[in-house]
Antibody, heavy 116, light 110 residues
Framework: EVQLVESGGGLVQPGGSLRLSCAAS????????MHWVRQAPGKGLVWVSR????????NYADSVKGRFTMSRDNAKNTLYLQMNSLRVEDTAVYYC?????????WGQGTLVIVSS | QSVLIQPPSASGTPGQRVTMSCSGS????????VNWYQQLPGTAPKLLIY???QRPSGVPDRFSGSKSGTSASLAISGLQSEDEAEYYC???????????FGGGTKLTVL
């Protein structure tokens, strides 16, 4: 069974940093592109970033470019999202998502709250 | 404002057929396939339709998708109370070099 388990969310002040992790199991993690998708409270889904199978190609949404860094460790079956210079508008549930030319498996999400 | 445009709400009674739309442009829906996701209250989204009209295993055939030009549609027939959820469309956008979602349609089963 495919499992994606996010962790690392929490409360952080504006301008602060946080690193999210996503532990993958039940499939060959190193064979799949992966994404982060976020959802602000009461709002819709927003794509954040994606990474290819070996981490050599990464794309970001304009809203996070230059502040967020996505990476992966295939030996540990883990996906990361380093979030710096956090803003109030980054407050959201962050989902780790597997890519099979569509988002076919989602984690349960981890909540990030940016507030003073 | 989302890149893909969905009506904010839809409703129907049990047994009815409802449809919801997703409008885009040549840089997304007009060039790439559309996927649909269902998000039940308090849960993570779930893939419902992919490649415009394909259902993953386990998704009832009451759910169907279609696409024409720069618009796509999701239809649900034989509406059930458990279908009450938020529905999102999504597609790759080559102008933005990223995935784009619709704002979501909240389906209410009356």
């Amino acid at each position: 069974e495919v499992q994606l388990v996010e962790s690392g969310g929490g409360l952080v002040q504006p301008g602060g940093s946080l690193r999210l992790s996503c532990a993958a199991s039940g499939f060959t993690f190193s064979s799949y592109w992966m994404h982060w998708v976020r959802q602000a409270p009461g709002k819709g889904l927003v794509w954040v970033s994606r990474i290819n199978v070996d981490g050599s190609s990464i794309n970001y949404a304009d809203s996070v470019k230059g502040r967020f860094t996505m990476s992966r460790d295939n030996a540990k079956n883990t996906l990361y999202l380093q979030m710096n210079s956090l803003r109030v508008e980054d407050t959201a549930v962050y989902y780790c998502v597997r890519d099979r030319y569509r988002f076919d498996s989602w984690g349960q999400g981890t909540l990030v709250i940016v507030s003073s | 404002q989302s890149v893909l445009i969905q009506p904010p709400s839809a409703s129907g009674t049990p047994g009815q057929r409802v449809t919801m739309s997703c409008s885009g442009s040549s840089s997304n829906i007009g060039s790439y396939t559309v996927n649909w996701y269902q998000q039940l209250p308090g849960t993570a989204p779930k893939l419902l339709i992919y490649s415009d009209n394909q259902r993953p295993s386990g998704v009832p055939d009451r759910f169907s998708g279609s696409k024409s030009g720069t618009s796509a549609s999701l239809a649900i027939s034989g509406l059930q109370s458990e279908d009450e959820a938020e529905y999102y469309c999504a597609a790759w956008d080559d102008s933005l070099n990223g995935w784009v979602f619709g704002g979501g349609t909240k389906l209410t089963v009356l």
